[in-house]
């Protein structure tokens, strides 16, 4: 049965999407099944991976209302070794038809049972925001939820606002709930205020905060606009190298054994200079 981890930060632009896609890229590289779901209306996790959001008739909004199954709905991305259950604008409409549906809170969990089995990893990317579709994908992390904090100062600012969210739903909804890890993002090691935001997160998140760190860079930005994972885009870059050592991380804390734990990309790349 496959993990489920929820991507969530109700702030925008700390790294949500590009962490969702990359961690799931880098798990398909390393030979796990992975099922990227997006949750978000913006539809940036499907278009990043060259998916035309126009041209998607239909995806998880349906797939929410009851209206299709979700394995119905999911595309196969055979260079990507990654598969993805879509969004589309439809999504936007989600939050006023599910506050009628029973059990709104777990469409998203009911929905992903059947096709579980199917994969070892299914990552949820949530809105930038503390909706309902977020409070759905909390719902299904059954594994926990991966954070991503952009490291500024401004990042810290909305912590308490998610933890407190977590709180309530962990409390009133799914006791099981948990963080399963922090992912540092955006980290410029040319200033003092990147190292003093990191020590800042785990004061906030003690023992949850990973060891690998994801620099600011020029290459991941640009990834999305070609339609491509950072692993295909630019795999010899620095922001590669450290999505493939967060994956490793996150691999090896899960248990699962890999034949070769070195790392590729430096045995076969000088990292860029971004």
Known sequence: M???????NQKGGVGKTTSAISIGAY?????????????DAQANATSSLGVDRRKVKSGTYEVLIGRVPAASQIMTHPRFKMSLLPSTPALA??????????????????????????YDYILIDCPPSLSLLTVNGLMAARDGVLIPVQCEYL?????????????????????ALAIRGVILTMYDGRTRLGQDVINEVKKFFPDKVFQTV?????????????GEPINI???GSNAAIAYEKL???????????????????ERLHEPEKE
């Open 155 to 175: 990042a810290l600012e909305g912590l308490g606002q998610l933890a407190s969210t977590l709180t309530k739903v962990k409390s009133s909804l799914f006791p």
């Open 247 to 265: 994956t490793r991380e996150i691999l090896t804390q899960d248990g699962v054994r890999l034949v070769d734990l070195s790392l590729e990309h």
């Open 233 to 235: 885009y630019a795999p």
């Open 214 to 226: 994801i620099p600011r860079s020029i290459r991941l930005a640009e990834a999305p606009s070609y």
């Open 2 to 8: 496959a993990r489920i981890h929820t991507i969530v």
């Open 27 to 39: 798990l398909g590289k390393l030979g796990q099944r992975v099922l990227l779901v997006d949750l």
């Open 93 to 118: 409409g989600a939050e006023i038809e599910l506050i009628d549906l029973p059990t709104r809170e777990s469409r998203l969990k009911q929905a992903l049972e059947p096709v579980q089995d199917r």
